[in-house]
């Protein structure tokens, strides 16, 4: 997932701004917002999630990364409402929106994003998209079956099985009132991504930084990553900080 997370961690840190508090919606283990919070130390990182072991395991990883910028709550992505009416800079999550059951329930997310995001607030979300034939599914989803655990292959495939389709995600982002671009990759949407105006210029610095992490990227995740940065930007999606 290397090469994945480098492709939405630059698009998130090109929507956040030193000082901003961020919410990071189903952050799971914390594995993207713990890469994001080490390159963003002037930035307040909220992690929230449903599931107690998750949180635990996200704990434990701040804490092995000494980060003092990250913070968790118990909560349900659906109802926010531990979060004010226009209190957060900037909402980002990746890769989770599937473990939603329901269309409603991804409609009553970006319904909260809405409530919570500031006027002049950032967007990053990404997930995967529904491909409506099977034999896209099983494509993907074993791209890289030999080099990985099977349980990998297996808990990807049935992602990409459970995830919502390109429609329901234009349905849901709705109430944002055109405040975020929705994105898909080109031919096949097997991933989509819901990103605001850039709100911080070009930083040397954090791009350097990224370009370390894409140094250390295998030749093969390396093509990854390129696909990725393809397959959105015929699509209209790009990033200066992309390395």
């Known amino acids: ?10 698009n998130i840190c090109e929507v956040i701004r030193p000082g901003d508090t961020v919410v990071d919606l189903a952050c799971g283990p914390a594995n993207m917002l713990t890469m994001v919070a080490r390159l963003n130390p002037e930035t307040r990182f909220i992690g929230v999630d449903l599931s107690a072991p998750m949180l635990e395991q996200a704990r434990a990883l701040v804490a092995s990364k000494g980060l003092s910028n990250v913070e968790f709550r118990t909560g349900d992505i659906t109802d926010l409402s531990m979060f004010a009416d226009k209190s957060i800079d900037a909402v980002m ?47 993907f989803g074993n791209q890289h079956a030999h080099r990985q655990p099977q349980l990998f292959t297996i808990d990807y495939i049935n992602s990409l099985k ?35 105006a850039p709100r911080r210029a070009w930083v040397p610095e954090l791009a350097d930084s990224l370009a370390k992490v ?9 093509q990854d990553y390129k696909d990725l940065r393809r397959h959105f930007k015929l699509k209209g999606l790009s990033s200066a900080m992309l390395p």
């Open 1 to 10: 997932m290397a090469s994945v997370y480098l492709y939405h961690c630059a």
């Open 93 to 139: 999550s990746t890769m989770a929106l599937h473990h939603l059951p329901t269309v409603d329930m991804l409609c009553q997310t970006f319904a909260e994003v809405a409530r919570i995001l500031k006027d002049d607030g950032g967007v990053y979300m990404a997930d995967f998209g529904h491909l409506k034939l099977d034999s896209s599914i099983d494509y």
């Open 162 to 196: 459970a995830a919502f389709f390109l429609e329901d995600f234009e349905r849901a982002v709705r109430p944002l009132n055109g405040r975020a671009t929705l994105y898909s990759t080109i031919v096949l949407p097997f991933m989509v991504a819901l990103k605001s």
């Open 214 to 222: 894409r140094s250390n990227l295998t030749d093969w995740q390396m």
